[in-house]
């Protein structure tokens, strides 16, 4: 059994094992760069993917903070094709925090006290996603 290693082989046969297997390859017609617009896509796939599933877990926590300051709209997070949320190795999310065409929403973000309690809730959404999830440590396969 073997895996990547980008520190070099382990061993002189694992070294030996992969020249050999590298070589066969080659001399067997298996075109690389051929594949490397498919690998890349693959990978991008999954790192899409991936990021998605950590926007809406980091949303989810957000959500769960801020309907503690107020009503919300919808009760869970929402999906779409916003530009600004195609970061590809980063959790994002857009935040809706009122309808300005309600005179009652509008009011509260017209007020010191009500954007300092939404602040508030959004940051401790990103703090309690973070400590469950910090960035170094934690696993995709969940």
């Given at each position: 059994?073997f895996?990547?290693?980008?520190d070099?082989?382990s061993?002189?046969?694992?070294?030996w094992?992969?020249?050999?297997?590298?070589?066969?390859?080659?001399?067997?017609g298996?075109?690389?760069?051929?594949?490397d617009?498919?690998?890349?896509?693959?990978?991008?796939?999954?790192?899409?993917?991936?990021?998605?599933?950590d926007?809406?877990?980091?949303?989810g926590?957000?959500?769960?903070?801020?309907?503690?300051?107020?009503?919300?709209h919808?009760?869970?997070?929402?999906?779409?094709?916003?530009?600004?949320?195609?970061?590809?190795?980063?959790?994002?999310?857009l935040?809706?925090?009122?309808?300005i065409s309600?005179?009652?929403?509008?009011?509260?973000?017209?007020?010191?006290?009500y954007l300092?309690?939404?602040?508030?809730?959004?940051?401790?959404?990103?703090?309690?996603?973070?400590a469950?999830?910090?960035?170094?440590a934690r696993?995709?396969?969940?």
């Open positions: 059994m895996a990547l290693s980008q070099g082989a061993s002189s046969a694992a070294r094992m992969a020249a050999k297997e590298n070589k066969a390859d080659s001399v067997g298996l075109n690389v760069r051929a594949k617009a498919e690998v890349k896509r693959a990978l991008l796939d999954m790192s899409t993917a991936a990021q998605i599933k926007s809406l877990q980091l949303g926590a957000m959500l769960k903070e801020i309907s503690r300051v107020g009503k919300l919808k009760p869970r997070v929402e999906q779409a094709g916003f530009a600004v949320l195609k970061a590809p190795d980063i959790p994002s999310v935040v809706e925090a009122a309808f309600n005179p009652d929403e509008e009011a509260k973000l017209n007020s010191d006290a300092n309690l939404l602040a508030d809730a959004l940051m401790r959404g990103i703090d309690g996603y973070f469950r999830n910090p960035p170094l696993s995709r396969t969940s």
